[in-house]
């Protein structure tokens, strides 16, 4: 083969790849160059890939493609909202307000605080909401610095355009289910599911597909035994997708040695996993925030819609077929290999902020 068209081949060929790599990379549901809108509900406690996602939707907004409207924590812990505050001042952004599960509310279900709290101690993995707490600087001072969530989800709903947020949750329902049985408020004179229908596009979880294994932990949906997974995928008003992929990708390595020691999302990670060889942890909620601001592109591949009925008790998942005027519920697939998965949500991961001190 002559050398001037082996070089050729080869040009094409890289220009093949580079334009495969910017189609993976490039949003997918920015409408007219316009921001998703997006809320962030998440169980930022037990597990770090909430805070791998926090950092990967700070990152789509630099780049445009998202808006980060505000951020709730799920789960019963007074200092998740002080972790979201540290990664919100570290990006930059230290106006989006942060809500929370209103504690005191949950005191009664002895079972709910039990299981929770023995599952925290339990872990094998280190805790890190409290060390950030203690050595970041956050701009919550108080409990009063804190939204109530349902509150916050309203304000929020009723401010935004009709049909334009998406919520990306990737831990417990608590708060959601909440907001959708809520009353007219003076942020909404419409009930929590009207708000929802009118002001929701999609509402993209972090959940299991399948039946889950008797006597294991059901994250998300079913851990806190309150049925609000029975709830929300029998009431939910808009449409629903169910991201169940993540658990092969791992990812937060590359923070160590590509992001500064003031970044509190590579020192919740080092925190995490201090007790592990390994120092990436799964990617779930990357991919569910991945998704819900870029659509499925390259990477993903949505099942036909149909619907997924939970049943509290005994906790049982079942699919079926849409009836007249139900919301679909679409389960996505992953289209994309697992090393292309690690490398965007990395790459956005270790991202240098725009606004960075």
């Given at each position: ?21 910017s189609?993976?990379t ?27 996602a ?19 924590c ?10 979201i505050?540290?990664?919100n ?16 509310e ?7 605080s ?35 969530g ?15 947020v ?15 049985l809520?009353?007219?408020?003076k ?26 294994e008797?006597?294991k ?9 309150r ?8 009431q ?32 919740a990670?080092?925190l995490?996993?201090a007790?592990q060889a390994d ?6 909620d990357?991919l ?5 601001v ?20 005994p ?9 007249n ?21 990395e ?11």
């Open positions: 083969m002559k050398k001037s068209v082996f070089n050729i081949i080869v040009i094409v060929f890289v220009f093949t790849i580079v334009t495969s790599c189609i993976v490039k949003s997918q549901t920015t409408t007219k160059g316009k921001p998703v809108l997006i809320i962030y509900d998440t169980d930022i406690d037990l597990d770090v890939d909430d805070v791998g926090l950092a990967l939707l700070h990152a789509l907004e630099d780049n445009g493609e998202a808006e980060i409207l505000g951020v709730i799920n789960a019963p812990t007074p200092y998740g909202a002080t972790t505050s540290a990664i001042m570290y990006y930059g952004r230290p106006e989006i307000p942060i809500g929370d599960m209103p504690i005191d949950y005191v009664y279900d002895k079972s709910f039990k299981r929770y709290r023995g599952y925290s101690v339990n872990t094998p993995y280190g805790n890190f909401n409290l060390p950030i707490f203690k050595r970041f600087e956050t701009n919550i001072k108080s409990r009063a610095d804190v939204w109530n349902v509150a916050l989800y309203r304000k929020l709903l009723a401010e935004a355009p009709d049909n334009s998406t919520i990306a949750s990737v831990g417990l329902l608590t708060v959601l289910e909440d907001l959708m809520s009353s007219p408020d942020y909404s004179k419409l009930t929590g599911k009207e708000l929802i229908e009118k002001k929701v596009n999609q509402l993209v979880c972090m959940a299991g597909d399948k039946q889950p008797p006597g932990d059901h994250f998300n949906w079913g851990f806190e035994g049925g609000d997974a029975e709830r929300v995928s029998r939910w008003p808009t449409k629903l997708v169910i991201m169940p992929h993540g658990g092969k990708i791992k990812t937060g390595a590359r923070l160590t040695t590509e992001t500064p020691e003031s970044n509190p999302v590579r020192a990670y080092q995490f996993l007790k120092k990436n942890r799964s990617s779930w990357q569910a925030c991945l998704y819900a870029r659509g499925a592109g390259e990477l993903f591949t949505e099942a036909e819609p149909r619907r997924l009925d939970v049943t509290a008790v906790l049982t998942y079942t699919w079926r077929e849409m009836k005027g139900e919301a679909p519920h679409i389960l996505l697939k992953q289209k994309a290999p697992d090393d292309t998965f690690k490398k965007v949500v790459d956005l991961m270790v991202q240098a902020p725009k606004n960075i001190k």
